[in-house]
């Protein structure tokens, strides 16, 4: 049964000689392969005893014919033989030739096209699947060229030199296609792109070739001597059809002419010696390149196709130029870059293109390095001669040369660096002399886009050079710093986007190693090994470092209308760190950005749902910044998570909560409430603080901002719960940059709702008729509660003693339901009377208005509810009043007292409140509640207050004693007489002691009063 093999072939210039510097320009075979010049070229790129040039033809070569310098006579032979990548492993297994005889196969010569072709069956039986064939064509014992091919079984195709393979072809044979050009040993036609060799032997000698030109093509012509020269000063002149001079150049070594062809025709070059008497002899090359036209490179030298984005090797001798090509459509940008590297000797990179009109585009030489950038005008092959400026065109040396072209795919060489960026990875290159690397990115129209790139070691003069290319060609960005480069931009269009990173400035000399990284929104971040980013944590702190020219993508979802906080803050290691913010919405559209010199933070409500993308990085100094940082974010509505060490989470209604804010730093809590609920949250700072501006937001469970504040020292916030779910709290520093750092105490007081009092603090459940102690600090709430009925009366007063600083004394109060009932503040004391509208459980809320919240000190703070039992606090005074008897008691800043009796209906009541001994603005003030928790009378005076009345019902009245006026702030010993009273009652002794009415050890004046009552 036949065999169907499949040869995939790998050319030897791309092989052996080009693998990493030459890639394909089209999808087909003719396009896919490099022309082949031969076997790997000797020491010298050309030497004079070579009599042809050889070139494979389509399918294994992109060779062109010239029927007019077709060597019908040079008797080639092809010998196909197994391969094992440096030699021959036995004998050939066929042999083709002019003149076959016995197993020797038969090589077509065709004169007309100026082709030899030999079909390789590839059905022979004598071959072996799955082994490498070489391809040799020779000619006597030289071999002119080769290529190597695998046998598989299937269809063959051509393997392109960029590891891609070209569209399978169906055949049963493979044609091996060659031509052979003779080369003139004296003056005659020029070819376009190749080296002609020459002698001026004799005094006075002139050489004449000749090449035709079009009106408008570009023209140069370089000349160099080589070999054994005796005064000879290379001499080209070039006259156009009709004999004029065009050019004329002469120099010691080498000459040079370029021009614009004014005329179609034949030109002629004469070539001699300019020395004194023109007796000088010597050996020359010519090349000739001409654009537009297809380019011929002789064997040993370097030019044609340049692959986009692959780096080519060349060597310019004496004298020398390459001609290189490349294909670009209208609007398409280009960038050709030059560098020297090894054995240079006066060695300037000189870069010259020219478009397919002939125009030059773009002309540039430097001392190390070259570079051409240039929006294509005119579609079609441009042509780029590399050569040596300056010097006399003496300069010699080996270059690379990269082409980068957009759009376009881009193929890196073997060893080089550039290909497809990873979104949110970093890819790493190096860029010597003259060097350009070639990256690309995909994006969806409206994406928004960071590219950044840093230099890393190794750095001599690397000033790191971004450029990107949409896909229309058209540039979108170009940044480049000392040692960083970055740019931004939301991509204009769909496609495919080229990155070229090269060294800006000195010549395009710098070389270094450099870091890049992308990062485009919307889209699915990678994390390189070793770097940070991903995928964010709710409340909890991630830790990231930025190098030189660094970004780390991170991500987290959420929900339109959510409320998001994200916080950047540098720690240690930092040198120039800026920390830089950036914030891109699921739709590409950048929802925030703020930088620092120590921190950032961003905040904003989400417009869309989906994932959102943080750029975090350095701002300013040329994105030179390094250093460790923390990111945190806090989303609500969301569950909140904590990292070990940090703090955030659920907080205790009532309770004290600790935490400590770096730099940068926000932390997240949450709790609990339901519609309606009345809500406080208060914020101050503690010791360890530097620059901490105590700031509160606290978000509902929508989203919406319910309560933002801040102050230099301590922050609250308060409102009605407009939604039941769970609220978050975010703490933070404000101002400054965020850069305030300190430790705090957060207090969340929530009415209706059970409380808890921390450990040290204060706060709870209320007596009726007892003083309580309390210490206000920074920013703190203490949360009490008390009960009352639907009608009780109720007063409730608060004053300060001793250790205040700037306190001033602030009373809230909230009902059953969450609706506030009072509040009330004073310098000193503050007081709230009501009736009990529902019956239930009562907030009290204790803190410091005004200033910020900032007030501290000890407070006392009373209770008195009516109709009920009176509790009096040891040392204090109150309790039953009995008819025609004095009682005494002292009223300190803020106190109430209260006392009771009782009455029958009809008693005709009298109550007298007189000042005695010493007092500081007291001005007595008595009131009288009925058993059903109704005012039965009130009133004051400077020094003395009376009430009577006939008692209404039967049963227990509450006297409140108390400084009316002035803040509730006056103080001082007083006499209570209740007369006319005829009911028999008697309540119980105060649970200090003593007697009913005593003084109760108070008789040392107000503040040993006050002093008894918070130390029992």
Same mark, same amino acid.
């Given at each position: ?723 039941? =779910?769970? @609220? /978050? $709290?975010? %703490?933070? *520093? #404000? &101002? !400054? ?10 207090? +969340? ?90 019956? =239930?459980? @009562? /907030? $009290?809320? %204790?803190? *410091? #208005? &005004? !200033? ?10 009373? +209770? ?90 039967? =049963?227990? @009245? /509450? $006297?409140? %004693?108390? *400084? #009316? &006026? !002035? ?10 007489? +209740? ?38």
């Amino acid at each position: 049964m036949l065999r169907r093999l499949v040869v995939v072939a790998c050319l030897v210039a791309a092989c052996d000689r080009f693998e990493a510097t030459t890639a394909p320009s089209g999808p087909t075979p003719d396009a896919a392969a490099l022309r082949v010049t031969g076997a790997a070229p000797a020491e010298s790129p050309v030497v004079a005893a070579v009599t042809s040039t050889f070139e494979f033809l389509p399918p294994l070569g992109t060779g062109v014919e010239d029927p007019s310098t077709f060597d019908a006579t040079a008797a080639p032979t092809v010998e196909v033989c197994a391969w094992n990548g440096t030699a021959c492993t036995a004998p050939p297994v066929v042999t083709f030739s002019t003149t076959p005889s016995g197993s020797t196969l038969p090589i077509t010569i065709d004169a007309v096209a100026g082709r030899y072709v030999a079909s390789w069956n590839l059905l022979d039986a004598r071959f072996t699947t799955r082994l490498t064939y070489r391809i040799r064509v020779l000619q006597g014992a030289t071999e002119l060229g080769a290529v190597s091919v695998d046998v598989v079984r299937g269809r063959w195709a051509l393997t392109r030199s960029d590891g891609t393979l070209a569209p399978l072809l169906a055949a049963s044979e493979l044609p091996i296609a060659f031509t052979i050009a003779s080369v003139s040993a004296g003056p005659g036609p020029l070819r376009n792109g190749a080296t002609a060799t020459g002698r001026i032997a004799l005094a006075h000698q002139v050489d004449t070739w000749t090449f035709t030109a079009n009106a408008g093509d570009h023209v140069v012509l370089s000349l160099g001597e080589t070999g054994t020269t005796l005064n000879f000063s290379p001499w080209l002149r070039v006259n156009a059809p009709g004999g004029t001079l065009v050019a004329s150049n002469f120099g010691f070594f080498a000459a040079q002419v370029e021009f614009t062809a004014t005329t179609t025709g034949t030109y002629s070059v004469l070539v001699a010696s300019a020395d004194g008497g023109g007796v000088g002899t010597g050996d020359y090359l010519l090349t000739l390149i001409k654009a537009p036209g297809a380019l011929v490179v002789s064997p040993g030298d370097q030019g044609g196709t340049l692959g986009n984005g692959t780096t080519h090797t060349g060597n310019i001798y004496l004298g020398d130029i390459d001609g290189w090509t490349f294909s670009a459509n209208v609007g398409d940008h280009v960038v050709v870059s030059v560098g020297e590297t090894a054995n240079s000797s006066g060695f300037s990179p000189w870069l010259r293109i020219v478009a397919p009109n002939g125009t030059v585009v773009g002309s540039n030489f430097g001392f190390v390095a070259a570079q051409i950038e240039f929006a294509a005008t005119v579609a079609g092959t441009y042509t780029v001669i590399v050569g040596s400026a300056a010097g006399g065109f003496t300069g010699t040396g080996d270059y690379l040369i990269t082409s980068v072209r957009a759009p376009g795919i881009v193929t890196a060489s073997s060893g080089d660096e550039g290909g497809p960026l990873v979104n949110g990875a970093t890819a790493t290159g190096a860029i010597y002399s003259g060097d350009i690397d070639g990256w690309t990115l995909t994006a969806n129209q409206s994406e928004h886009v960071v590219v950044s790139l840093g230099e890393t070691t190794n750095s001599s003069g690397f000033s790191p050079w971004l450029r990107v290319l949409a896909p229309d060609g058209s540039v979108v960005a170009s940044n480049f710093g000392f040692s960083a480069a970055q740019v931004e931009f939301s991509a204009p269009m769909s496609g495919t986007y080229t990155v070229v990173v090269a060294s800006a400035g000195g010549g395009f000399t710098g070389t270094g190693d450099y870091l890049l990284t992308y990062i485009k929104a919307p889209g699915a971040l990678t994390v390189s090994t070793g770097d940070e980013g991903g995928a964010l944590t709710n409340g909890a702190t991630h830790t990231g470092t930025i190098y030189l020219g660094d970004v780390d993508g991170w991500t987290f979802a959420a929900n339109a209308g959510d409320r998001v906080v994200v916080s950047l803050g540098e720690t240690t290691n930092s040198s120039g760190f800026s920390p830089w913010l950036r914030v891109v919405g699921p739709t590409g559209a950048v929802i925030g950005s703020n930088f620092g010199f120590s921190a950032a933070q961003v905040e904003f409500a989400a417009p869309t749902t989906g994932t959102y993308t943080v750029i975090v990085g350095s701002a300013g100094g040329g994105f030179t910044g390094t250093g460790d940082y923390l990111l945190s974010y806090i989303k609500a509505p969301g569950a909140v998570t904590v990292s070990t060490g940090d703090q955030g989470g659920a907080l205790v209604n009532g309770a004290t909560h600790a935490g400590t804010i770096y730099l940068g730093d926000i932390d997240g809590w949450t709790f609990s409430a339901a519609a309606n609920d009345h809500v406080v949250v208060s914020l101050g700072e503690t010791t360890n603080s530097s620059g901490f501006s105590p700031w509160l937001r606290v978000v509902a469970p929508n989203g919406t901002v319910v309560g933002n504040n801040f102050g230099f020292s301590a922050a609250q916030v308060e409102f009605s719960a407009p939604v039941a =779910g769970t @609220y /978050t $709290v975010i %703490v933070a *520093s #404000a &101002g !400054g940059g965020f850069t305030g750092t300190g430790d705090y105490l957060l207090t +969340l007081a929530k009415a209706p709702g059970a409380v808890a009092v921390s450990a040290s603090d204060e706060g709870g459940p209320m007596t009726n008729g007892a003083t309580h102690t309390g210490t206000i600090y920074l920013g703190d709430v203490d949360v009490w509660t008390f009960t009352a009925t639907m009608g009780n009366r109720v007063v409730v007063s608060l004053g300060e003693t001793t250790n205040s600083s700037g306190f001033s004394p602030w009373l809230r109060i909230v009902g059953p339901d969450g609706a506030p009932v009072g509040s009330n503040f004073g310098f000193s004391a503050a007081q709230l009377e009501f009736n009990a509208a529902l019956t =239930g459980t @009562y /907030t $009290v809320i %204790v803190g *410091s #208005a &005004g !200033g910020g919240f900032t007030g501290t000190g000890d407070y006392l703070l009373t +209770l008195i509810r009516a109709p009920g039992t009176l509790t009096v606090s040891a040392g204090d005074q109150g309790g039953a009043l009995a008819s025609g008897v004095t009682s005494t008691g002292t009223i300190y800043t803020g106190d109430v007292d209260g006392w009771t009796f009782a009455a029958n209906a009809g008693d005709p009541i009298a109550l007298d409140l007189a000042e005695t001994g010493v007092t500081s603005g007291f001005s007595p003030w008595l009131r009288v509640i009925g058993p059903n928790g109704n005012v039965v009378a009130s009133n004051f005076g400077f020094a003395a207050a009376h009430v009577a009345f006939v008692a209404a019902t039967t =049963g227990t @009245y /509450t $006297v409140i %004693v108390a *400084s #009316a &006026g !002035g803040g509730f702030t006056g103080t001082g010993d007083y006499n209570l007489l +209740l007369t006319g009273s005829t009911a028999s009652f008697r309540a119980a002794a105060p649970a200090g002691g003593g007697e009913s009415g005593g003084r109760l050890g108070c008789a040392r004046g107000v503040q040993a009063c006050a002093a008894a009552i918070r130390s029992p």
